[in-house]
């Protein structure tokens, strides 16, 4: 597993299937929504920037003239927007695939969403919690529909505080805070997948994190972003392991992949969820995690 080289040839047709890329103006989200637009699946671009988003598909269709992808608006910090973008998408497509959880904030001066989150816990995950559940019953009555929730090494610095999630009564510590939201992430892919599979509906839950890749989101991150210059692997490796969760076959539901590499930093996909550092962040059989805000 350790020598795997899993990368986008192993990718059959997507032809036929529709894809939700929600950040993908840019960085790992970009090069997922291209990849599957080069393998013939409908794309939708979800991003808050308009501007950004059209010129990320001008850069598709530059390179594949065929290409089915457009852009739709979505502000994952704004739960109106989430409405409004859900509302949308069912109005102009009968089905969904594939939806990837995959944009996000990191590490921003202490601020909050409009609807009054710390804002890296609610864009990063409420948004995409209320997002996935107003598409549900869609991709419930889609056949082989999957959830892809895009994570972080960062999550194992994560310590939830249900008393203060919007840090109003601690310092705020903007590393553990986006710690808190990548832990957040594994949670809900855990316990929605548990709770599918309890009630008998066919939807696979599956999580990935793309390792120390440059993108935009180190844009705030001080040495962090000198050093992504140094260490960092670009985004057509960090993205695949989004790629290998949304795409691989036989999976039953709760995989985590990430890089092979030394330290999870760099390298090809394997699924990690087998592995010691998470196996106690699944849910036992029949108890969920404590607080509604998961699922």
């Not at 390179?63 to 109106?80: G, S």
């Not at 705030?220 to 000198?226: K, L, S």
Request: proline share 3%.
């Amino acid at each position: 597993m350790k020598n795997e080289k899993w990368n986008a040839e192993n990718i059959p047709s997507q032809k036929g299937r529709v894809a939700i890329v929600t950040g993908s103006s840019s960085g790992i989200g970009y090069e997922t929504a291209r990849v599957l637009a080069n393998k013939q699946a409908s794309v939708i671009i979800a991003v808050r920037n308009l501007d950004k988003g059209n010129k990320a598909l001008a850069k598709i269709l530059q390179q594949n003239q065929d290409a089915d992808v457009k852009v739709m608006e979505l502000d994952l910090a704004n739960l109106a927007s989430v409405k409004n973008f859900a509302e949308n998408f069912q109005k102009n497509y009968l089905r969904l695939d594939l939806l990837i959880n995959n944009a996000g904030v990191m590490i921003p001066p202490y601020s909050k969403t409009t609807d009054g989150f710390e804002l890296q816990f609610g864009t990063n995950h409420l948004g995409h919690f209320a997002l996935t559940g107003q598409l549900l019953e869609l991709l419930i009555s889609t056949e082989g529909s999957r959830i892809v929730n895009l994570s972080s090494g960062a999550h194992s610095i994560g310590k939830i505080d249900f008393d203060d999630l919007n840090w109003e009564k601690r310092s705020y510590a903007k590393w553990k805070a986006y710690g808190d939201s990548k832990l957040a992430n594994i949670y809900f892919t855990y316990e929605l997948d548990r709770k599918l599979k309890d009630n008998g509906i066919d939807i696979l839950v599956t999580a990935s994190h793309p390792g120390w890749t440059a993108t935009e989101l180190q844009r705030t991150g001080g040495v962090v972003e000198y050093l992504t210059g140094i260490l960092a692997q670009d985004i057509t490796m960090g993205a695949l392991p989004t790629l290998r969760a949304a795409i691989e076959a036989g999976l039953k539901g709760g995989e985590y992949f990430g890089p092979n590499g030394f330290m999870e930093m760099r390298g090809y996909p394997i699924d990690l969820s087998g592995n010691e550092n998470f196996i106690w962040l699944k849910p036992s059989s029949g108890e969920g995690f404590r607080g509604s805000c998961f699922i």
